[in-house]
């Protein structure tokens, strides 16, 4: 399949509301994802990225507010309901989440195992697909410790996908790597979408990551969504919040052609 966007949303918040216990997150959170798309929930720390992850994927039941995921309330079904749901989807966790005492061929096929009956000849068959597919073929019966950073991420990526899931879910997908390494897996993300027309949502606040990645972007700030749109035109958004944080302007910048001073200068004048 190659790559095919279209205008149905696979994704829904409406008038979402999340946190921990009494205290809220993020509120009045109203986004569609749609399919085939991927979009990229972008923030500082601290600004709910995690937190809005979290709900969507069942974890963390809103405050209040609706998710919709495939056009099911996931929160309006039983945990059964809900986990037939998400049997649809995928999930790349930060750190890979690999199990260190399992082989990565085990890794990968542990989805199938868990949710299908499917012969052990056609999981041969399929995991040996998706390391292919990753650039790992050939090393499905090392364990974890002995394959590279970079390596252990395309592993998780494999197992991540290993379902032909709907919508993969990726958490800071490129937390630890080097920057050339990074580069690497944000191509091969963006190759699987194009590939497959699967809708990927990535949490980051790696500018460089959504460069590559993102068709649309999710800003949170200042607990909400603080803006929607393609990088283009959240980097030259007339948000100050939102055009500081794509030009990496510190929040206690000040333009010194303004008539103020930067933050560099009241330093050596401190000092002087």
């Known amino acids: 399949m190659s790559e095919q966007k279209t205008s149905e949303p696979v994704i829904e918040c409406r008038d979402l509301v999340c946190g921990y216990g009494?205290?809220?997150?993020?509120?009045?959170?109203?986004?569609?994802?749609?399919?085939?798309?991927?979009?990229?929930?972008?923030?500082?720390?601290?600004?709910?990225?995690?937190?809005?992850?979290?709900?969507?994927?069942?974890?963390?039941?809103?405050?209040?507010?609706?998710?919709r995921l495939l056009g099911e309330d996931i929160y309006a079904m039983t945990p059964k309901e809900r986990s037939r749901v998400l049997r649809r989807t995928g999930m790349l966790y930060q750190y890979g989440a690999l199990f260190g005492s399992r082989t990565i061929y085990d890794n990968i096929s542990l989805p199938l195992r868990q949710h299908t009956n499917l012969p052990e000849p056609v999981i041969r068959e399929m995991v040996r697909q998706k390391l292919a597919l990753v650039g790992l073929e050939g090393l499905e019966f090392r364990l974890p410790a002995d394959v590279s950073g970079g390596q252990r991420k395309r592993v998780a990526l494999a197992r991540a996908t290993i379902m032909d899931p709907e919508i993969v879910f990726a958490d800071e997908p490129s937390a630890g790597l080097d920057p050339v390494v990074a580069a690497g897996l944000?191509?091969?993300?963006?190759?699987?979408?194009?590939?497959?027309?699967?809708?990927?949502?990535?949490?980051?606040?790696?500018?460089?990551?959504?460069?590559?990645?993102?068709?649309?972007?999710?800003?949170?700030?200042?607990?909400?969504?603080?803006?929607?749109?393609?990088?283009?035109?959240?980097?030259?958004?007339?948000?100050?919040?939102?055009?500081?944080?794509?030009?990496?302007?510190?929040?206690?910048?000040?333009?010194?052609?303004?008539?103020?001073?930067s933050v560099l200068d009241a330093m050596a004048d401190s000092q002087s």
């Open 186 to 261: 944000d191509a091969l993300l963006r190759q699987m979408q194009r590939l497959f027309g699967v809708t990927m949502v990535v949490v980051t606040h790696e500018l460089e990551s959504i460069k590559i990645l993102a068709d649309r972007v999710v800003m949170l700030a200042d607990g909400r969504v603080r803006a929607v749109g393609t990088v283009e035109e959240l980097s030259n958004s007339d948000d100050e919040i939102v055009y500081n944080f794509f030009h990496r302007v510190p929040p206690d910048y000040v333009d010194a052609g303004d008539g103020g001073s």
């Open 22 to 67: 009494d205290v809220a997150v993020l509120e009045d959170v109203n986004v569609e994802i749609f399919r085939g798309e991927i979009a990229a929930l972008l923030g500082g720390s601290g600004s709910g990225k995690s937190t809005l992850l979290k709900t969507i994927v069942g974890l963390l039941p809103p405050l209040s507010g609706e998710i």
